[in-house]
C-alpha cells in the first residue's frame, strides 16, 4: 500500500514535472512566437520606414532631374531671345520678333519655375535668385532696347549698342551663374543618388540583424522541438535571404547601369572639352609669348626714346649755339643727328610692335587709300613684278592712321618683291567681311570689318617660319638686307587699331596676308590730322614754365632748351615737387609733364594741379601712345609732344599751349568783369 502511494506519488511528481516542462514549453514557445511576431512587426515596420525612406530620396532625386532640366531652360530660353534680337538687328526682318517675344515671355515663366523648384526655403539661393532676376532684367532691357531702336529705324545706334558687348557681357555673367546653379544641382543629384544606395545598404543590414535576432530566439525556444518545424523555419528564413539579396542586386545593377551612362557621356563631353582648349592653349601661348615680346620692346624703346631725346635736343642746343662759319662742325652734327633721327624711327618700329606707338587716327576710305598706294608700289616693285588689284564694293570706312596704314601696305609690298626675285604676281584685294558668329582674335567687335589682303607668288614660308613671323628681330633674309621688324609692326599697328591679321604660307606656293580692321564707330571722336612744323618760335620770360621729367638729363636739356627759347623755367623730378613748386610759385602759366613717371603719372599730376589752379595750362610728353598707362584717354585730355622731340616741334607745342591758355584767360576777364 505504501509502495502504490510511493509509486503514485513519483508519477504524479512525473507527470507534474512533464506537465510543468509542457507548459514552460507553451509558454517559451509562446514567447518566441510573440518575440518573433515583435521581431517580424519590427522588420516590417523598419522595411516600411526604409520603402518610405528610398521613395522620397528617389522623389528628391527626380526633383534634382528636374531642376537641372529647368536651368537648361531659362539658358534656352534667353539664348534664343538673344539669337532672334541680334536677328532682328542685323537683318530687320520682322520674322525674328515672334520667336524673340515668345521667348521673353517664356524666360519669366521659366525662372519661377526654377527659383520653386531649388530656391524656396533657402536664404543663399532666394540670394542668388535676387541678383539672377537683375541681371536677367538688364539683358531683356538692353535687347528690348536695340530692338525698339531696329523698329524706329535707328539701326546703327541698335547695332552700335549690341557690338558694344554690354549684352554679351551680362549674358555671360547670365550663363556663369546658371552654370554655378547646374554644377550644384548636379552636386545634389549625385548626392541624392548616393543617398538611396546607403539607405538601401543601410535596410539590408537592419533587416538582417533582426532576421537573425528572431533566428537565435526561434532556436533558443524550440530547441526541443521536433526537426520539422525547424527546417520550415529555416527554409522561411532562406527565402527571405534570398529575397533580400534579389532587391539588393537589381538596385546596385540600375545603380551601375544609371553610373555607367553617366560616365560615357562624361567621357565624351570630356574629349570634346580636351581639344577645344588644347586649341584655345596653342592661341594663349602665342599671344602670351608676343604680349611678353612687346612689353619688353616697349619698355626697352621708351629708355632709348628718353636717351634719344637727349641726343636730339642737345645736338639742337648745340647748333644753335655755334656759328654757322664752322660748315664742318655743322656738317657732323647734322651727321650726328641724322644717326639719331634713324634710331628715332627703329624704337618706332619697336613701339608699334607694342601696340605702344603715337597714331593718329582718321575716318578712312578704304578704296580711295589704296588706290594711291598703288600707284606709288606700282613704280617702285619694278617690271618683272605685276600689280593686280581687286577693289570690292560698299566697303564701309574705317578709324585708322591713314599713313601708318600706307607704311604697312608698302611694307608687305617690299616683302612681297624680296620673296619674288625672279619676278612674279602681287594681288591686292579690298572687301567687306561680316563675321558669322565667332569674334574675331584679339579684334574690336564689330558688325562688319574691311578686310584687305596682300598675296604673292613668290618662295613661300613652312609652318615653323609662319609661327615667328611676327615677332620682332626674327628674318629669314641675309644679313644686312632686313632688321626683322617689318611684319612686327604690322602686327602691332593692326592690333593697336583694333584689328586682326592672319597669314597662310607654303613653300613654294607664295603667301597671303589678311588684314581685317573694324568699321567706323559713329561717335567716336576724329583725331587731327598731324601738323607740320612752323619756324623756330619763342617766348618771353614773363611766361613761365614747369618741367616734370623723372630722367635728369633729359630734364635738364630741356630745361636749357626751353631757356634757349627765353621762357622762364622751373623744373622737378617727381609729380610731390611738382605740386610744391606751383604751390611756392603761383605765376607758373603752363605745366609740361611726361606720363609715365614713378610715384605719379603725368594725368594724375594734371588733375591734382588743375584742382587748385584751373587756369593752368598742361602739356604732355611722352614716347608711348597718346593713352593713359592703363590704356584709357588721358584726362584731363591735352596735346602731347612725342619723344624723341626736336628743338622745332617743342617750340611748336609750348608756343601754342601758351597761346591756348592766354586766350582762356582773355575770354574769361570780361565774364568775370560784368
Known sequence: MEDA?????????RVGGRTWHFVVGVFALLAALIGIGAISFAAFQRAVDIERTRTEAVARTSEGFEGLVAAERVINAL???ERSQRGYVLTENPVFLEPYEAAISRSSTVLDDLQRRIGEGDERQTARFVVLRRLIALKLEEMARSVEMTRRGRMEAARTDVASGYGRRLMDEIQAMMNEIVAEQRAVLERRQQEVVERDQLGAQSLYRLAALGVALLVAALISMIALAYMVYRTKLALEREEAGEIR???LEAAVAARTHEMTQANVALRAEIASREAAENRLRQAQRMEAVGQLTGGIAHDFNNMLAVIISSLDLLKRRITADDARVVKLIDNAREGANRAASLTARLLAFSRRQSLNPQTVEVNTLMMGVVELIGRTLGERITVETKFGEDIPPVFVDP???ENVIINLAANARDAMPDGGTLRIETARFVPNGEPLPEAEVASAYALISVTDTGQGMPAEVVERVFEPFFTTKPVGKGT???LSQVHGFVHQSGGHISIESAPDEGTRLDIYLPVQILGRVVSSAPRAEMPLVGGSPEETILVVEDEDQLRMVTVE????LGYTVRHAANGKEALEILDE?????LLFTDIVMPGMY?????????????ELGILYTSGFARTGVDGEPLDPPAETVRKPYTMEGLAQKVRESLDTVFKAEAEASPASGS
Open 484 to 486: 626683322g621688324l617689318g
Open 5 to 13: 502511494t510511493v509509486s503514485n506519488g513519483f508519477e504524479d511528481r
Open 561 to 564: 632748351n626751353l631757356r634757349e
Open 585 to 589: 610759385h603761383p605765376g607758373i602759366h
Open 79 to 81: 539664348q534664343e531671345a
Open 249 to 251: 542586386r537589381n538596385v
Open 403 to 405: 599713313g601708318e596704314l
Open 602 to 614: 603725368g594725368d594724375e599730376l594734371a588733375r591734382e594741379a588743375l584742382k587748385h589752379w584751373p
